[in-house]
């Protein structure tokens, strides 16, 4: 079965982009970066979610990434699914934190129980079915809207969902250009996906 072996992120400024992810959500090894000026506007097509327990854990997040200089797109509240709220971080990457707890079970904590990469894609079914023929597993999948993958030992679990249904999920226009400033690391690749996302072979970790 194939799987997620690293997620790297295409930044302006690969150090501070890294303070930010250890300050804000404590992530340090769980991401990769990479100094990069590929021009970009509007929605890159992704986002990085953090599940948690609770709505204290989603609260202490959030509060530490706009300290970290993250900008909201969508204050934390509760919602049909649950409690979340999205941030924007300095370098554009755009975050979503949240649980399917609705009450709190204790005192705030920092640990994160899974982070899910969901790839905005214009048809979840084509998608799927290019995925599977790379190697990797179908875990859930809902009709036309969405799919998860088996992650396997992977730090981070990968997910589609349609474009125009993530951007508005996350409170942005699904409107964008250029690259996606993402790629992704697998024993499947080097390959590109029917929606431009890039995935290389995987390479050995690297240093902090």
């Keep these: 079965m194939a799987s997620i072996e690293s997620v790297t992120l295409e930044v302006t400024d690969p150090t501070a982009a890294h303070r930010f992810c250890t300050s804000a959500f404590g992530l340090d090894t769980q991401l990769r970066l990479r100094a990069s000026e590929t021009p970009t506007t509007g929605f890159r097509g992704f986002t990085l979610s953090l599940t948690v327990s609770q709505p204290a854990t989603v609260n202490s997040l959030i509060d530490s990434a706009l300290e970290a200089g993250a900008t909201s797109l ?101 409107d964008g250009t250029g690259s996606h400033r993402l790629v992704i690391g697998g024993d499947a690749g080097p390959f590109t996906d029917p929606d431009g996302f890039a995935w290389e072979a995987a390479s050995p970790a690297l240093a902090p």
Excluded: C, H, N
């Excluded at 975050?95 to 204790?106: F, L, P």
């Excluded at 705030?108 to 079915?129: H, P, Q």
């Design 74 to 174: 969508k204050p934390a509240a509760k919602s049909f699914w649950g409690y979340g709220g999205v941030v924007r971080t300095p370098d554009g990457t755009i975050w979503k934190v949240a649980t399917s707890a609705k009450k709190d079970t204790g005192p705030a904590t920092r640990e994160i129980d899974e982070i899910v990469l969901l790839l905005g894609v214009e048809d979840v079914v084509a998608s799927k079915r290019f995925y599977v023929g790379q190697g990797l597993a179908v875990a859930k999948s809902f009709s036309r809207m969405y799919v998860e993958f088996a992650a396997g030992p992977s730090p981070v679990k990968l997910a589609l969902y349609r474009r125009r249904a993530l951007a508005k999920d996350v409170g942005v226009s699904p």
